[in-house]
């Protein structure tokens, strides 16, 4: 038998090469059913509805408001401007304004609910503040924010609209929250107002959190967050603050619709100090949609006067408004006329889902199998080398 296996080892140096490019071909191949064998989303077949263009008009809105820094009446009008939109959806549509102070400055969040009736919450959050300072250019002017604060609300004004429409058929209730002085902190170039911090609003909600709802009756399923959604160029990151199989399933769905390059499977990877953070730490599980805006040649007008209307796409508009709405439909359309089985994603994302690694783990686990392999077949042609010759 031993001599049967050594004899099977002799092979031809062609025989290597044929051998080593099987094997490459193999572990190419692996990538590929070990990234996407492990996927359980499959998006529901469900039309989409919303609509990249009023988003576009709601930017265009705010800044014509102007600056909504913190304490101003144009942040004040901006507070109201939110509650007219949802008002015309609704006239009876249920809000809250939670108003607080930061260094004696009246500020306030806005909260706006729907299917109050529903036990599971799901918030969606983005800030409204524009930066007081432009910073990044060691300017004293104000940042317009059009990416950076209004597209994330716009988002959210549009999403409140589609989904009105089908409440009856969402098994949950959805919180669309606009939170204020989220932008205001220190960058490299200073503060955008002096000693504020970020995400002072969305802490100061999540400290005040029980006075928003039944904590005996309700509970939160999870939070996602739209930070700087609507900038040319959109990609976003792998966040690692979020809750990874929270994050990682909306990616998924976004690569379903065909968002591939706006949901990369190998994204940028950063932790980024937002207003999801306070909810993680209320162990709310939390997905921040956001890019890279510290290195990222595709958008680089982060805390500039260049945050304007002129950089802003409706695309990219678009990508993020349907991937949220196919999420909310994913996990909570409640259509008995539907006879496809039930979704099935990594809901409850209380335990972080690391696809990439499991993957990575397997395919180690190949590459070693490889190397012994070929480890074996060059120990092998080594002892042969040395053999002595037998002659009769």
Same mark, same amino acid.
């Given at each position: 038998?031993?001599?049967?296996?050594?004899?099977?080892?002799?092979?031809?140096?062609?025989?290597?090469?044929?051998? !080593?490019?099987?094997?490459?071909?193999?572990?190419?191949? !692996?990538?590929?059913?070990?990234?996407?064998?492990?996927?359980?989303?499959? %998006?529901?077949?469900?039309?989409?509805?919303?609509?990249?263009?009023?988003?576009?008009?709601?930017?265009?809105?705010?800044?014509?408001?102007?600056?909504?820094?913190?304490?101003?009446?144009?942040?004040?009008?901006?507070?109201?401007?939110f509650i007219s939109k949802f008002k015309k959806i609704d006239i009876n549509f249920s809000f809250f304004i939670h108003n607080f102070e930061v260094h004696s400055t009246r500020v306030q969040n806005v909260l706006f609910k729907l299917n109050e009736n529903e036990k599971k919450i799901v918030i969606l959050g983005a800030h409204y503040d524009s930066r007081a300072k432009a910073t990044k250019e060691d300017s004293d002017d104000p940042v317009p924010g059009? %990416?950076?604060?209004?597209?994330?609300?716009?988002?959210?004004?549009?999403?409140?609209?589609?989904?009105?429409?089908?409440?009856?058929?969402?098994?949950?209730?959805?919180?669309? =929250? &606009?939170?204020?002085?989220?932008?205001?902190?220190?960058?490299?170039?200073?503060?955008?107002?002096?000693?504020?911090?970020?995400?002072?609003?969305? @802490?100061?909600f999540v400290d005040n959190l029980d006075n928003f709802y039944d904590s005996e009756n309700e509970e939160f399923d999870c939070m996602i967050l739209l930070d700087m959604v609507g900038g040319e160029g959109l990609q976003f990151i792998k966040e690692q603050y979020?809750?990874?199989?929270?994050?990682?399933?909306?990616?998924?769905?976004?690569?379903?619709?065909?968002?591939?390059?706006?949901?990369?499977?190998?994204?940028?990877?950063?932790?980024?100090?937002?207003?999801?953070?306070?909810?993680?730490?209320?162990?709310?599980?939390?997905?921040?949609?956001?890019?890279?805006?510290?290195?990222?040649?595709?958008?680089?007008?982060?805390?500039?006067? $260049?945050?304007?209307? !002129?950089?802003?796409?409706?695309?990219?508009?678009?990508?993020?408004?349907?991937?949220?709405?196919?999420?909310?439909?994913? %996990?909570?359309? $409640?259509?008995?006329?539907?006879? %496809?089985?039930?979704?099935?994603?990594?809901?409850?994302? @209380? @335990? $972080? =889902?690391?696809?990439?690694?499991?993957?990575?783990?397997?395919?180690?686990?190949?590459?070693?199998?490889?190397?012994?392999?070929?480890?074996?077949?060059?120990?092998? &042609?080594?002892?042969?080398?040395?053999?002595?010759?037998?002659?009769?």
């Amino acid at each position: 038998m031993c001599t049967v296996f050594i004899r099977c080892l002799f092979i031809k140096r062609s025989h290597i090469i044929l051998l !080593s490019f099987t094997l490459i071909s193999g572990f190419l191949i !692996s990538i590929g059913l070990v990234l996407f064998s492990t996927n359980k989303i499959q %998006n529901i077949d469900v039309n989409l509805e919303f609509d990249e263009k009023n988003a576009y008009d709601s930017i265009e809105d705010q800044l014509d408001i102007g600056y909504r820094i913190p304490g101003t009446k144009e942040s004040n009008e901006t507070v109201n401007y939110f509650i007219s939109k949802f008002k015309k959806i609704d006239i009876n549509f249920s809000f809250f304004i939670h108003n607080f102070e930061v260094h004696s400055t009246r500020v306030q969040n806005v909260l706006f609910k729907l299917n109050e009736n529903e036990k599971k919450i799901v918030i969606l959050g983005a800030h409204y503040d524009s930066r007081a300072k432009a910073t990044k250019e060691d300017s004293d002017d104000p940042v317009p924010g059009a %990416n950076d604060g209004a597209s994330g609300t716009a988002v959210l004004i549009e999403l409140a609209k589609v989904l009105y429409k089908q409440r009856n058929k969402l098994d949950v209730q959805i919180w669309f =929250v &606009f939170f204020d002085a989220e932008d205001q902190g220190k960058d490299e170039g200073g503060y955008g107002m002096d000693d504020w911090d970020w995400c002072e609003g969305s @802490e100061e909600f999540v400290d005040n959190l029980d006075n928003f709802y039944d904590s005996e009756n309700e509970e939160f399923d999870c939070m996602i967050l739209l930070d700087m959604v609507g900038g040319e160029g959109l990609q976003f990151i792998k966040e690692q603050y979020s809750s990874s199989s929270l994050l990682d399933e909306i990616f998924e769905i976004g690569r379903q619709l065909g968002y591939i390059q706006e949901f990369p499977i190998f994204p940028t990877s950063s932790t980024v100090q937002d207003d999801h953070v306070s909810f993680i730490e209320e162990d709310i599980p939390s997905a921040d949609l956001i890019i890279n805006f510290w290195s990222n040649p595709n958008w680089p007008h982060h805390h500039t006067k $260049d945050d304007d209307i !002129s950089h802003i796409s409706k695309k990219s508009l678009e990508i993020t408004g349907k991937t949220v709405e196919q999420f909310i439909y994913n %996990n909570y359309l $409640d259509d008995s006329n539907d006879s %496809n089985e039930k979704y099935i994603g990594y809901y409850p994302w @209380e @335990e $972080d =889902v690391f696809i990439i690694y499991y993957a990575f783990m397997i395919l180690s686990g190949v590459l070693i199998m490889i190397g012994v392999i070929i480890a074996l077949i060059i120990n092998h &042609f080594i002892i042969k080398k040395k053999e002595p010759s037998i002659k009769d």
